[in-house]
């Protein structure tokens, strides 16, 4: 299978997953990024899981992606255009709900609530431990239980 | 509840997702050219999957025997027709003999890190495996570090160190099912390298990144600071009526403050034996808690994350280091619990627990690291796990102060999990009141003092610095000067969500000023 073949396989699901990670302005460019350099790395034609690969590279992205961007568009958003929430596609209340999180709690979250994927099964895609998955859940839970209850 | 708000959570993920965009085109090179930060770079030209393997046989023959001899990772993973085999060959290897006496390496994947940077690696289920590895640079023969790593099984902690001739591994053999933990070694340049057991099993390759702490200085001087205005203070007099603190005979006011969730505001009033709760209508409770001198004379508070008083002291013990009290805003009482806090000590609240740090880690001198005294469950932590750490965690963050030797201060905020860790340096000439992280991954705020003189009002100067994109931004707001005299040292400043709580004792009573960052 090609880079290409195996972008366009998996391509759609990383835009979603680096969605909730970044926001719906970045996601793009972070996938393009975190694919190029993931095809370019040396270590790309020993890898066998592509598809977790191609996910921890995206999360890589994403941590070291401007950390403030998303903070800064909504209150951009809130600024230029305050009836956004309701007339846009742009959930901006969902946005600042998100920019609550890590960048690691958002790939918990997103993994675990969007994917159904059980913490064991997170910790394969993100590689790290179902400990820290179950660590970086339970804080963004609080985190976001703090917000709903607002 | 917990259904309902993993409900309520799957619906803003699926808000959240539901504003993704399409996907963009295949990535070729020229959409990073395009990109003005981003450097043209020519794609390296890619190993093929045969290269690993072959590489890594090369490597293990030049390493096996040293690794062997040295006492390997355990005798029971090294056949001795091998081991034969391969004491015959150092220094003559070839490609092709290696490769007849070496089985391929299993490649189990790829790992990524920063030198210094723990790691988890996964061995293969039920394999038989020692401790030791070896971390060699791609295309080279020769090991450039050793590994040893932290797993069950074995009573030891991760460790490297450059790789030498008489290094050894300890002689061990686990099945144990992982992950072990191995620390990347901290003085390895960024680039490919393959990471292996030291008996040649099985590896993984390793691409080590720049690493990545960012460092900024921030120039208290560049901007003109913005001056804060309270938005409102709370004053009262001497005494030890219900609106009263401290006792002016002495000058002492209150040791120490802090803020409920509810903006409720909780003074330990040391000098009057006792603990004051103001409500945040403008009502009191009167007192919350008393303390008799001959049993417990308290020196430091904080109201935790679960609105539950953390209070410091020492009890009428010859010998014993202080005691913790855990008081509810009902009045309710636990303890004393032991600590090994031996020395007047300054409380803080994270979410993560309360921790104590001494006199030195308030910012007159180098930090020496902090004391674990409850849990985020508010559950006292047993003396034995008392154990300092050096940075105080915020959340899943962390936050260290160290003094440079110029007399600068470092912040350094480690944002959560294993993000990039950022440093803030700040000028030489403050002294560091407060240091805070805010809610949000990247941003701290640090109270500095503007002058230590007695002599001269003392100004403050808040820099709040977040990181934004390659740079730091840092806006700094200053609080009119105040003569230090009439400054407590302790406890003075607190952080609750924006807002900033100032305590100071004038002569005539306590203060609390509130200042608002902006948003």
Redesign the interface.
Known sequence: MTDEEIYRKHADDLVRFATGLVGPFDARDVVADACLAAFRSRNWPAVTNHRAYLYRSVVNHARSHHRSTLRRRVRELRAATPDVAATSDVDVDVLAAVNRLSVQQRAAVVLTYWEDLSPAEVSVRLGISEGTVKQHLARARARLKELLDE | MSDR??A???E?????????????P??E?T??QLRPSAPA?T??K????LA?AMAAVVVLAAIAVPALLLGGPSDDVIDDATTTTLAGTTTTLTTTTVATAIPEPE?L??L?GEPGQTI?ITPPDQRRRGVGYTVTP?GSTTPAFWLIAAADGFDGEAQWGPWASGATFPDISITSPG?DTVILPGTATPG?YLVCQTDGSFCW?L?LVES?VRSFSIDTTAAAPIDLAPADVTSTGWGTGEFELGVSETGFGPCCFDVTSDRGLVFLDAQNQRLMHWLPGGGSVFPLATFQPAEFVADAMAVGHDDRIYVLGMSNRPGRPHDLLIIGLDGSVEGPFETVVDSNANLQAT?DGIYAGNALVDGTQPANGWIPLATSAGAPVPVADQQPVAALPV???SLRIEFAVDGTIIAILN??????PIEYHIPGEYFLAGSFAQ????TVVLVLGTSWSADEPTGFLIVRA????EAVVSEVYRIAGRSWAEMGPFGTVRLEGSSLFFMSTTSSGTEVARYELPE
């Open positions: 708000l993993d309520r959570i799957r803003l993920t699926f808000r959240l997702i539901q504003m993704s965009p399409e996907a963009p295949f990535p090179e959409m990073v770079v794609p390296p890619r190993q093929p999957r690993w490649i994947g790829s990524f988890d791609f992950p490919e390759t691409q990545t979410a959340d899943d963050r944002p959560g999990g294993d993000s990039v809610n949000e991954q990247s977040s990181i934004e994109g």
